[in-house]
């Protein structure tokens, strides 16, 4: 009898131990889940974020004689700063317009692309616009704060604040 009872006990520890063993197992696996689920978004996060440093700089590196003219006092613009504006309008307008988004955004790439549109088509406007002798740089501004908008919602997406790309390139 001895013998039934210490088998019968060594039965239920065990199922005792399977069954807080198995406990564990779960919480593991969804804490294994949640940190996966996280991945991807921390992972948008750096693509994102680098993306738009990348697109800031293609831009600073096109717009110096465009932030010179517009930076100026209007008795100091010069039409030969205008022209060179204008051509640098023009000059960052063609380098937006080959900016691609990364494949690893596909999920913010429709408002990034609608962005990257309107960027570029508010340098063309300046470019333009520069051409003229009472140029009006507002509508251009005005798309220029179109792509913006555009460009916060994929960050917002990914549940990061809106950037001011304004402040980085102007």
């Known amino acids: 009898m001895k013998k039934f009872w210490l088998l ?5 520890f065990a199922i005792g131990l399977t069954a ?12 294994s889940k949640k940190e996966t689920e996280k991945a991807p978004e921390s992972s948008a996060k750096s693509t994102l974020y680098k993306f738009y440093m990348d697109m800031s700089k ?16 209007p008795e100091e613009q010069t039409p030969e700063m205008k022209t060179k ?4 309008a023009a000059n960052v307008s063609k380098a937006l317009d080959q900016v691609e988004v990364p494949g690893e955004l596909k ?26 002798d009472e140029p009006s740089l507002d509508a251009a501004n005005a798309t220029f704060t179109t792509g913006e908008e555009k460009l916060g919602k994929a960050f917002e997406s990914v549940k990061m604040k809106k950037p001011s790309l304004v402040k980085e390139v102007g």
Do not use: H, P, V
Request: net charge negative; hydrophobic share 35%; proline share 0%.
């Open 107 to 132: 999920d913010q790439k429709a408002d990034l692309e609608a962005a990257i549109k309107d960027f570029s088509a508010s340098y063309k406007a300046k470019a333009e616009e520069l051409k003229k």
């Open 8 to 12: 019968a006990m060594a039965l239920t």
């Open 58 to 73: 293609t831009i600073n590196d096109a717009d110096a004689d465009l932030n010179a003219y517009e930076n100026a006092a």
């Open 85 to 88: 504006a204008s051509e640098s």
């Open 20 to 31: 807080c063993s198995g406990g564990k197992k779960e919480e593991s696996s969804s804490e």
